[in-house]
């Protein structure tokens, strides 16, 4: 998985190529989505931090 940033304003936006890890936090994935989001996830304490960040702030603009 790839992340795009833009600076724009002095405001950093990242914008993923694919919804897969929204779709992830909101129930939505399929079983394979599940699967290649865990395997990602494994993979490094960085992707598990990326998908940690991603649930917080998730969690406070809902």
């Keep these: 998985m790839k992340i ?3 600076l724009i304003t002095n405001r950093q ?3 993923w190529e694919s919804n897969i890890l929204l779709k992830f936090l909101f129930g939505k994935c399929t079983e394979e989505e599940t699967k290649e989001i865990n ?3 494994s ?3 960085y992707n598990k931090q990326t998908l940690s960040y991603l ?3 998730v969690a406070t603009k809902l």
């Design 4 to 6: 795009v940033y833009y």
């Design 13 to 15: 936006f990242m914008i």
């Design 39 to 41: 395997l990602w996830v």
């Design 43 to 45: 993979e490094s304490d």
């Design 55 to 57: 649930k917080t702030t």
